[in-house]
T-cell receptor, first 114, second 116 residues
Framework: GESVGLHLPTLSVQEGDNSIINCAYS??????FIWYKQESGKGPQFIID?????DKRQGQRVTVLLNKTVKHLSLQIAATQPGDSAVYFC?????????????FGQGTILTVHP | GAGVSQSPSNKVTEKGKDVELRCDPI?????LYWYRQSLGQGLEFLIY????????KSGLPSDRFSAERTGGSVSTLTIQRTQQEDSAVYLC??????????????FGPGTRLTVL
């Protein structure tokens, strides 16, 4: 069935380092991908998205890379800060009749040490 | 205006009771979504509304779960005869549109449901 998964469940970095969080997806029909950040006790917060007609998109301190050949998605956070500590989820949408449905991965816990 | 709001923030109930969870989307957002998040897990899609209709309710776990949306705004998720496995955080999200562009989903803080 469809699934979105993460290679690493936890990631610890030092403040100022760059962080890379990876995600694999299996539904080749997915055409829209999103990264969310979730802090304890809160709902997920949108970080950045990318459509399948792109392979890279940059935001403020974040970059998302999409490799459709190997169905891989990554989130890069530059100059990671303690406030970036959270759980990060990738999500995919297949469009078509599934356009309202996001399929989420299990999440990666990012811990940033001062 | 305000973001997505949900109530109650916490709900403790006894097995077998019915519960109603409420979601107030961002004003003007036509699409509304319900998800469930079990402890330490990702989000599981439940149902999606476009206006007052639900084009996709494929994620509802059983017929004990139902949802409605009225006036293109507030939505209620109802769980009948709750079971312990229903314990989770129920998250609601809304987006300006349901498809194409402008479908970024904004999430509420969730309702933590505990079934004893």
């Amino acid at each position: 069935g469809e699934s979105v998964g993460l290679h690493l469940p936890t990631l610890s970095v030092q403040e100022g380092d760059n962080s890379i969080i990876n995600c694999a997806y299996s539904n080749s029909a997915s055409d829209y991908f999103i990264w969310y950040k979730q802090e304890s006790g809160k709902g997920p917060q949108f970080i950045i998205d990318i459509r399948s007609n792109m392979d890279k998109r940059q935001g403020q301190r974040v970059t998302v890379l999409l490799n459709k050949t190997v169905k891989h998605l990554s989130l890069q956070i530059a100059a990671t800060q303690p406030g970036d500590s959270a759980v990060y989820f990738c999500a995919e949408n297949a469009g078509g009749t599934s356009y309202g449905k996001l399929t989420f991965g299990q999440g990666t816990i990012l811990t940033v040490h001062p | 205006g305000a973001g997505v709001s949900q109530s109650p923030s916490n709900k403790v109930t006894e097995k077998g009771k019915d519960v109603e969870l409420r979601c107030d989307p961002i004003s003007g957002h036509t699409a509304l979504y319900w998800y469930r998040q079990s402890l330490g897990q990702g989000l599981e899609f439940l149902i999606y509304f476009q206006g007052n209709s639900a084009p996709d309710k494929s994620g509802l776990p059983s017929d004990r779960f139902s949802a409605e949306r009225t006036g293109g705004s507030v939505s209620t998720l109802t769980i009948q005869r709750t079971q312990q496995e229903d314990s989770a955080v129920y998250l609601c999200a809304s987006s300006l549109r349901g498809r194409g562009g402008q479908n970024e989903q904004f999430f509420g803080p969730g309702t933590r449901l505990t079934v004893l």
